[in-house]
């Protein structure tokens, strides 16, 4: 196959990737080629990761256990940090059990992997998250997705399946930073035969989780908890099928239990609350600047705050601009978001100054 024509036809459409090379963080700042940037396209929402408190638990759960699990979870890399975490998540989000991935993607596929021989169907939002649509791939059902947010067209499409099926939802939309109505899909879920699925990678931690009976939470741990890994949450039988049935559990070697160490301890932060309301009181600073600013940033309550550019080309001049006076905010193109939508992808965190924010701002309707 002919890769490099290929990489050529990427590039003149403005959609070529690469990656910059960080050379060390301590949020909100990050050095990339030597120049120190004010990073505002970090998923560490919560500014944990570089938290004294879980930097030492990190560091007492390596002394305690080593670097690596050493094995799967079913074999011998199973550990007391592993239990205990996963004992901590069930009773943080109201759940009975929850079960441990090694990554927000593997845990999708997990979950649709396991459910392989009981579904019919599975109903998606437009913008869920790419390991959802390749997950439902994965399994062999067609993957039939509904307007975004729009439960009228959910209802339209749930009329026409037959048999045992699935709602699958992001709860906080990566890429537009909007939340999906849990309790009206739920109700939804209710008048049908199917169950609801809800990614809630970009919530957890933010957001109290919203998880209705007998449907099926997942989050990861690697934005607001700062470290990293996955975990799944439901009732106690559900859990102990996946277990059984759920291949990207089954054989994977089990996270760093040094990373579960570092997470309870994220846990604990999560529960004081003092990190996200200083999330929160960013947000609402951003958002009323930005609208003093008439800045054409997307209605979200969330750390995302995306400003569509609707052109590739024009979205990575105005990044590189930005980085130029000291700002990192990524350009994010096809396939990430549909064609026409291109956008810079700000996020907040934790640890960002409302100075920063507003210079951020200034900088940006400058460029426009």
């Not at 009976?213 to 990861?220: F, G, K, L, P, V």
Request: glycine share 6%; with cysteine.
């Amino acid at each position: 196959m002919d890769f490099l024509n290929k990489i050529t036809r990427i590039k003149q459409a403005n959609l070529y990737r690469s990656r910059k090379v960080n050379e060390g963080a301590k949020d909100p700042y990050i050095n990339i080629n030597g120049k120190s940037l004010i990073n505002f396209c970090s998923n560490d929402y919560l500014s944990l990761s570089s938290h004294p408190q879980v930097k030492e638990a990190f560091k007492q759960g390596v002394d305690q256990y080593g670097v690596g699990s050493g094995s799967s979870h079913l074999v011998s890399g199973h550990s007391r940090a592993h239990h205990d975490l996963e004992q901590a998540l069930a009773q943080y989000t109201g759940q009975q059990r929850a079960l441990l991935y090694s990554t927000g993607y593997s845990a999708n596929l997990g979950i649709f992997s396991a459910l392989k021989d009981e579904l019919d169907w599975v109903l998606q939002d437009k913008l869920n998250h790419a390991s959802l649509i390749d997950a439902n791939q994965l399994i062999g059902l067609p993957v039939q997705r509904y307007l975004h947010n729009d439960t009228q067209s959910l209802s339209s499409k749930i009329a026409k399946q037959i048999g045992q099926g699935m709602i699958a939802t992001d709860s906080v939309f990566s890429m537009d930073g909007d939340r999906a109505n849990i309790n009206d899909l739920q109700k939804i879920a209710n008048t049908s035969t199917a169950f609801l699925m809800q990614d809630d990678a970009h919530g957890f931690g933010i957001f109290k989780p919203n998880i209705p009976e007998n449907s099926i939470y997942m989050a990861t741990l690697g934005k607001a908890a700062g470290t990293m890994g996955a975990f799944v949450a439901g009732n106690e039988d559900f859990i102990d099928f996946l277990i059984q049935k759920s291949r990207p559990y089954i054989y994977t070697t089990a996270m760093a239990p040094a990373i579960c160490v570092a997470t309870l301890k994220s846990l604990a932060l999560i529960k004081q609350g003092e990190q996200t309301a200083k999330l929160l009181d960013n947000i609402n600073y951003f958002k009323n600047i930005s609208h003093s600013l008439e800045l054409p940033i997307l209605t979200s309550n969330s750390a995302i705050q995306p400003l569509i550019i609707g052109d590739g080309e024009k979205a990575l001049m105005l990044s590189q601009k930005l980085f130029d006076q000291g700002f990192y905010v990524a350009a994010i193109r096809p396939p990430t978001v549909p064609k026409n939508s291109e956008r810079l992808r700000i996020t907040l965190t934790a640890s960002h100054t409302k100075a920063q924010i507003e210079q951020l701002l200034i900088r940006l309707k400058n460029a426009l």
